[in-house]
């Protein structure tokens, strides 16, 4: 149980192309969804918490004109670059939880597989 | 600065012998978690320890945890081939909104 599917898998486009990635809980509903950010043999970087409903909380850092992010039902949320441009570039992952973030304190997060998106 | 940091940042291994990773944090938690990565994959939530826990186990998999030292240590016996993976510890930070950080990770290789 518990599995979360992120969709595509890779991205590759042109420099100012808007991209769509999409985070489905497929058996499980997903109150709270967080979108990551990783480098090359780096951590996880959080990018903002979405709860369903509700607007994403960004963190610091984090533009959020460039990445808007979409949590409009319990299964899905979409995070979507906008104006892509090289230096974005990167390993997007996403992870959902049945619990809301804002109650509850580090719960176990079901990861989807990443996106790589590849900004020419 | 990172809440969780582990140490050591790669080691390498044969298969059979145990591997053992540690993770240090600055501020007071409720928890903590231990995560593998596949390389250019998501994250497996690997086990949970409550702060007034000190050790826990599942299969070949032993955590510990020392808050008064701030610090936790995952060890994985008999290793495999197919262990070879990155290894994040996780904690929890309460900014307003509970929200997990995550360490820089330990990237293990087992040999066959």
């Known amino acids: 149980g518990a599995v979360v599917s992120q969709h595509p898998s890779w991205v590759i486009c042109k420099s100012g192309t808007s991209v769509k990635i999409e985070c489905r809980s497929l058996d499980f509903q997903a109150t709270t969804m967080f979108w990551y950010r990783q480098f090359p043999k780096q951590s996880l970087m959080l990018m903002a918490t979405?709860?369903?409903?509700?607007?994403?909380?960004?963190e610091q850092g984090v533009e959020k004109d460039k990445f808007l992010i979409n949590h409009a039902s319990l299964t899905l949320s979409t995070l979507t670059v906008t104006s892509a441009h090289p230096e974005d570039s990167s390993f997007y992952i996403c992870?959902?939880?049945?619990?809301?973030?804002?109650?509850?304190?580090?719960?176990?997060?079901?990861f989807g597989d990443g996106t790589r998106l590849s900004i020419l | 600065s990172q809440q969780g940091e582990e140490d050591p940042q790669a080691l390498s291994i044969q298969e059979g012998e145990n591997a053992t990773m540690n993770c240090s944090y600055k501020t007071s938690i409720n928890n903590l978690q231990w995560y593998r990565q596949n390389s250019g994959r998501g994250l497996v939530h690997l086990i949970l320890?409550?702060?007034?826990?000190r050790e826990k186990h599942s299969g070949r998999l032993r955590v510990t945890l020392d808050t008064s030292k701030k610090s936790s240590s995952l060890l994985i016996t008999a290793s495999r081939a197919a262990d070879t993976a990155s290894y994040f510890c996780?904690?929890?930070?309460?900014?307003?909104?509970?929200?997990?950080?995550f360490g820089a990770g330990t990237r293990l290789f087992v040999k066959a």
């Open positions: 992870s959902a939880t049945a619990n809301r973030g804002a109650i509850y304190s580090n719960q176990p997060q079901h």
């Open positions: 996780a904690t929890d930070r309460n900014t307003g909104g509970f929200k997990t950080i």
């Open positions: 320890i409550r702060s007034n826990e």
């Open positions: 979405s709860n369903e409903g509700s607007k994403a909380t960004y």
